[in-house]
């Protein structure tokens, strides 16, 4: 058996290898109950952004409450650069994260940036206060997001630019045609949404090219279901927030420490692998505030379960 130590170095050795390969094949919407074979470990975003399906979100790196200035900069700065070193190429953060340290923390640890790394920001949420989050998709507050968070991260242009969430007193085309106008003035490379539905996706694509989908998904909660399933068809990215289950964490049980054990790795893990697996458009992007938990996260990315433990994972959906 493969102890959890050795499992993790010999994972650590070959992640900067992750970004090479080729973009992952659609194998169709039926893959909710068997995997659905996807082992490529790269993305292409749009057709043209090239990412390690494994990301990171840079949500954590902030203070209690996504608010203010982690306790330990420093850390926060070596968190960010060791995931770079260990091949993430796909970093997700938000105006709202901090608000707006975040994105000058990303700044601050890694530009000039490498070479091949992709920066997904997103707004569209206010916060008036620590744990507090209040949408604006006006679209003159949509533009002004975007102008600075290409200040805070010192880009000319943003790669990946999301709409945090729908703005129920704005209509979507309204807000969406603001991150087209940005888009058209060569600031947007690609737009994507966050919190939708499979009807409000169909809605955002009459109005611009939609690449990915940000939505809640874990073991335990798949409400989103039906928004990855119209992924997989249309072939959209799919970037799952709270992966692991989120500050809850993972309900653990004797079925998950089986198969955790017998592989030598954390349950966890088994949620980033289990993820990964479930479809060739899945981009998680655990976050952490500790370089030892990105370590066992990246490391999860060479996990490799069997069909049979891959489904009783699945069975345990919440």
């Known amino acids: 058996m493969v102890t959890r130590r050795t499992f993790l170095g010999m994972s650590l050795a070959t992640g ?10 659609i194998f169709g919407a039926g893959s909710s109950t068997t995997p659905s074979l996807a082992t490529n470990s790269v993305w292409k975003l749009g057709g043209d952004l090239p990412v390690n399906r494994l990301g990171f979100g840079a949500m954590r790196i902030t203070g209690d409450g996504i608010w203010g200035w982690p306790p330990d900069r420093e850390n926060a700065l070596k968190v960010l650069r060791r995931a770079v070193e260990l091949g993430v190429n796909l970093i997700d953060t938000a105006d709202a994260y901090g608000p707006e340290t975040s994105e000058l923390l990303i700044a601050e640890a890694l530009h000039p940036y490498p070479a091949g790394l992709v920066i997904a920001t997103k707004g569209g949420l206010t916060r008036p206060g620590p744990g507090e989050w209040v949408p604006n998709g006006r679209p003159e507050y949509l533009k002004g997001c975007v ?3 290409l200040k805070r991260l010192r880009l000319e242009r943003i790669d990946l630019y999301q709409l945090h969430t729908v703005d129920r007193k704005v ?10 106008e940005m888009q058209g003035a060569g600031k947007i490379r690609h737009v994507g949404l966050s919190n939708v539905s499979p009807e409000e996706i169909v809605r955002a694509r009459k109005v611009v090219p939609i690449v990915s989908v940000q939505n809640r998904y874990n073991i335990g909660d798949r409400k989103s279901e039906k928004a990855l399933i119209y992924c997989e068809k249309e072939e959209l990215g799919f970037l799952p927030w709270f992966p692991i289950g989120g500050g809850n964490g993972l309900k653990s049980g004797a079925a998950l420490d089986a198969i955790a054990k017998a592989h030598g790795a954390s349950v966890y ?14 981009l998680p992007i655990p976050g952490t505030s500790k370089i030892a938990h990105l370590e066992e996260n990246v490391a999860a990315g060479k996990l490799k379960l069997t069909p049979e433990e891959w489904k009783t994972i699945d069975a345990l959906a919440g």
């Open 16 to 25: 900067a290898t992750l970004l090479a390969g080729r973009s992952a094949t």
């Open 147 to 149: 102008e600075k968070s």
């Open 171 to 180: 209509p979507m085309e309204e807000s969406l045609g603001a991150l087209k």
């Open 269 to 282: 893990q088994l949620a980033i692998a289990w993820l990964l697996e479930r479809s060739p458009v899945m």
